[in-house]
């Protein structure tokens, strides 16, 4: 039996458990950091929109942020569109530069906005589907190699 035939599907399906991998993991963490995560304030200093190559938008603050030697400046976070729009007038003029940020403690590298980050959570949900469709190719490959045989 040749492999050649099932790459295709076997390739959808190491996608779809990938992405289940991601969204399982990235609801774990919020969930995680919801519950161990500190609170702090922080202020919005500089925001910016960045174009990519295919035209795709990414929406950028930058935000001081923390307390005594662990004061963070300047901090870039992407954000959603949503939560740019709603603090960032025209221009990039910041309208309410107030935020509130999470992370672990002693980990400032770990810091979320509050309401802004995006994350892959309901990414295992399109990993669902794309596993259950390279199963399904899998085995329609497996029947068709099998009646050639």
Known sequence: MQIRP???SLCILGMGVTFIGLGLN???SAT??????VSHAG?????EVQKGSKG???YLVRVNWGEGDQTRTDDPFSVT???YLSRVGEGGVVADPSVTLRCFPGDPDSAVLVGGSSDLGGMEWLGYFVAALGGFLVV????RFSRTQ
């Open 6 to 8: 099932f790459i295709p």
């Open 26 to 28: 990235a609801k774990r």
């Open 32 to 37: 995680r950091l919801a519950s161990e995560g």
């Open 43 to 47: 202020t919005i200093t500089r925001a």
């Open 56 to 58: 795709k938008k990414r």
């Open 81 to 83: 569109k949503t939560f």
């Open 140 to 143: 329609r490959t497996y029947r």
